[in-house]
DNA sequence: TTGTACGCGTTATCAT
DNA sequence: ATGATAACGCGTACAA
């Protein structure tokens, strides 16, 4: 655009009379002109998104939907309900047939899903759980400082017997807060218990409440909790409700996500993850994919975003007899 | 269209043909051609909309955006964050701004804001608590069946001490409930006890936080709460698992919503709201009313669902020893 | 029945 | 600098 030197009266009159025409520029005609659809995809991680039982995932969806409208785009999710009707390249016809200008996928499950899309020179963004064969801008949150910090202000407390309860997901941000999780233990001189890692297929509430009740059988019971998933957390929650042991007087807990953590019973000190600024970055880093000419492009960029600790009411500071005689039993 | 035979053959061929050379039609020229955006404005019930402090306008705005992807539209949200530059009439500078098909509102605030919508010609729905006196299709959820089934079940299982939390808001959808659970008690020969009818200023977890500790409070204690909503319950379990006053066994609870109960601790019977339902219906309605050639239109469409009773583990059988007890008590 | 040309509203380009 | 013009891709109307 030139330069454009209009005194600040004359922009007045101006706005003022288009609005009096009700004229407004028709970005239908806008987006044909400049061959932009302005429509991105989104490509969920599974296809039953859930609020409740898939509390990530979802939110992720929820953002990423905000974060379009600030940038301008519209979002089409590209799940199998909607493209179910052929085979598995389905996916990409359906986001061809919509002329979408780029796609967020989140946690795609091949590499070959991503390379497809880029064969067909869509940009794409990969997020939470990238395909890191495949070299695209990419989002991710790191686990670390959030579960180092969760562990770190239990052993504060004065708690030294801590279970963890996560899932044994393939992707390496799956491993990295039990390695986490290991690596404070190590850190405090604390014996990591084999009985007290336990390990479910998935993230779900019926996973948390099974592996409480594993959890509560061992011979000697952890007087803290570090449960992966806020979902998980509320079956471990309920397990314990039922065996009537009570957060914290006799157990405390520590859940990572920290999405409905502070709406459960009791209020759960909790591992925020910012997704919204995940799903923002993202569209982000999209955006400039798709205005960037088809010159060069840059090496795609990886963002990685922390994490932190929001304490509540799940945690109890055991007292000096307290951590003597447990000292002792060990 | 013209009636158009081909043959079976020769229509796979042109389809393949097509997917061959990468053809596929480009909305963004459709939509220019036919004069329409396809994309519908969503005016949400309020700015602040957060999954769990609202959890019905949030549902009920994802809800509303698979029906969109369903019927081939796009959803741009036009809270004030996105229309706060200028005076009131903003929000429809915003909508007429992005072109939009049609406006799906949800519980307009007043009649006036329905009105300018409508002197633009532009197709509108309002859903839940409708501006009754702008004459629009509508979707309601009808309170009365779940609530006095809700009621009918706390008595089925001996209850006679039922205490009602609600909200003093001032559309009939919000005075409906606690008159559905009157005339149920009414029916039973049950007495209505002011001080076990607790009105809050609004929906959150901090008044039902408030309400129940104002319920523990009274000189007889009820036997079961019915609470209008599943963000007041949050409120309502955070408080009583402080007092350690245990659901069901003390006390039984039923919410009304459904939308997490099943999440909470201990999972909530609770009335469930078909807010899925809801927000196709009302996609439906607005879709036909574009559809309509402006040659005459029919008496605008209310449609009201109903809802129903989801048992889980948050209400106890009283046994006849205690519904004697209670029963000489007062 | 089959084909061709024009217009939807914008913006980029070209000529003045 | 300023203004006229063509083209984006589809749908439709009109002509052959």
């Known amino acids: 655009m030139s330069t454009m030197r209009v005194s600040q009266e004359t922009r007045e009159r101006i706005l003022d009379a288009a609005r009096e025409l009700g004229y407004t520029p028709n970005p239908v005609a806008r987006a044909l002109r400049r061959q932009r659809s302005n429509v991105l995809g989104f490509v969920p991680r599974s296809d039953r998104i859930t609020p409740y039982d898939s509390p990530v995932p979802f939110l ?36 061809l047939g919509r002329h979408v200008d780029g796609v967020v996928l989140d946690s795609p499950d091949s590499a070959q899903e991503v390379a497809r899309l880029i064969d067909h020179r869509l940009p794409v963004v990969q997020m939470i759980r990238p395909q890191h064969a ?18 770190e202000h239990l052993v504060e407390m004065g708690h030294r017997h801590i279970a ?4 044994s997901g393939q992707h390496p941000v799956d491993r990295l807060r039990l ?3 290991e690596h404070v233990l190590e850190t405090h001189g604390l014996r990591r218990r084999e009985e007290w890692v ?22 000697e019971r952890p007087t803290a909790l570090f449960v992966t998933g806020d979902n998980l957390a509320v079956g471990v929650l309920q ?39 995940a799903a923002d970055r993202a569209i ?18 990886s963002v990685v975003l922390s994490t932190h600790l929001v304490t509540r009411a799940s945690v109890r500071r055991l007292s000096m007899k307290e951590q003597a005689h447990i000292a002792v039993a060990r």
Request: glycine share 4%.
């Open 60 to 95: 992720l969806t929820v953002h990423l939907a905000h974060a379009c409208i600030r940038h301008g785009y519209h979002i089409v999710e590209a799940s199998t309900e909607s493209t179910s009707r052929h085979g598995e390249d389905d996916l990409v016809q359906f986001l």
């Open 134 to 151: 495949i070299k695209t801008p990419s989002v991710m949150v790191d686990a670390v400082p959030g579960t180092t910090e969760a562990i």
């Open 164 to 167: 963890f309860i996560g899932t």
């Open 179 to 181: 390695e986490a999780f």
């Open 198 to 219: 336990v390990l479910e297929s998935t993230y779900s509430a019926a996973n948390g409440y099974a592996a409480a009740n594993r959890l509560i059988e061992t011979p």
């Open 239 to 277: 397990h314990l409700y039922e065996r009537n042991i009570r957060v914290p007087e006799h157990l405390s807990v520590i859940s990572y996500d920290d999405i409905f953590a502070g709406h459960l019973v009791p209020p759960l000190t909790s591992v925020n993850q910012p997704l919204n600024d």
């Open 284 to 301: 982000e880093l999209l955006a400039a994919d798709i205005e960037t000419p088809p010159g060069q492009h840059e090496q795609p960029q």
